[in-house]
């Protein structure tokens, strides 16, 4: 008889429009823009490769730290997330990740070259880019702080006018164009 793996799902309305966050029994593993209903078949495919035979349940008390975060983070009071979270993927995207929590502190960005520096994988532009396409923790693992060397927004899962709306609440007095 085949186990089942248990991942328990909530949504939460943002500024942004609804998010949908997902937890194993240790912590938040994915938080995507969009209703579970939209991301079900996304987040179907991406558990089977972490999970046997995963089922999703809604559980709105397992994720209400998470939520309550979130909530903080989008009125302003709150800079720094310390939920419990898993990060699924590979040892390099692990490792652009980390350093994108460790290397950007809130109200400031980073180049995708200098994620690469950070990592000391200096060549590795591209690379870091297509790691932090995969980030499965939006907004608390702070991709969106990631410009292009230009200065430019570049990139984000979320879309560029998420990434800017996120980028003015973090910093209200700069100005940042697509």
Same mark, same amino acid.
């Given at each position: 008889m085949t186990k089942r793996s248990f991942l328990y799902y909530d949504e939460l309305e943002t500024p942004l429009g609804t998010m949908t @966050?997902? /937890?194993?029994?240790?912590?938040?593993?994915?938080?995507?823009? *969009?209703?579970?209903?939209?991301?079900?078949?996304? %987040?179907?495919?991406?558990?089977?490769q972490y999970y046997?035979?995963?089922?999703?349940?809604?559980?709105?008390?397992? @994720?209400? /730290?998470?939520?309550?975060?979130?909530?903080?983070?989008?009125? *302003?009071?709150?800079?720094?997330f310390?939920?419990? %979270?898993?990060?699924?993927?590979?040892?390099?995207?692990?490792?652009?990740w980390k350093a994108l929590s460790t290397e950007i502190p809130?109200?400031?960005?980073?180049?995708?070259?200098?994620?690469a520096k950070a990592i000391q994988a200096p060549k590795a532009i591209r690379a870091v880019g297509g790691a932090i396409?995969?980030?499965?923790?939006s907004i608390s693992i702070p991709c969106h702080r990631v410009i292009g060397s230009n200065g430019k927004l570049v990139g984000y899962n979320g879309g560029?006018?998420?990434?800017?709306?996120?980028?003015?609440?973090?910093?209200?007095q700069m100005l940042f164009n697509f």
């Open positions: @966050l997902v /937890a194993d029994k240790d912590g938040v593993c994915r938080i995507d823009y *969009g209703s579970y209903q939209e991301l079900a078949t996304h %987040h179907n495919n991406w558990a089977r046997l035979c995963p089922k999703f349940v809604q559980d709105g008390e397992l @994720l209400e /730290a998470a939520i309550k975060e979130f909530q903080e983070y989008f009125q *302003g009071t709150r800079h720094h310390s939920f419990d %979270h898993q990060m699924y993927g590979t040892p390099f995207q692990q490792k652009v809130y109200g400031e960005t980073r180049s995708y070259k200098d994620i396409n995969r980030n499965p923790l560029l006018e998420k990434k800017r709306k996120l980028l003015e609440l973090e910093m209200p």
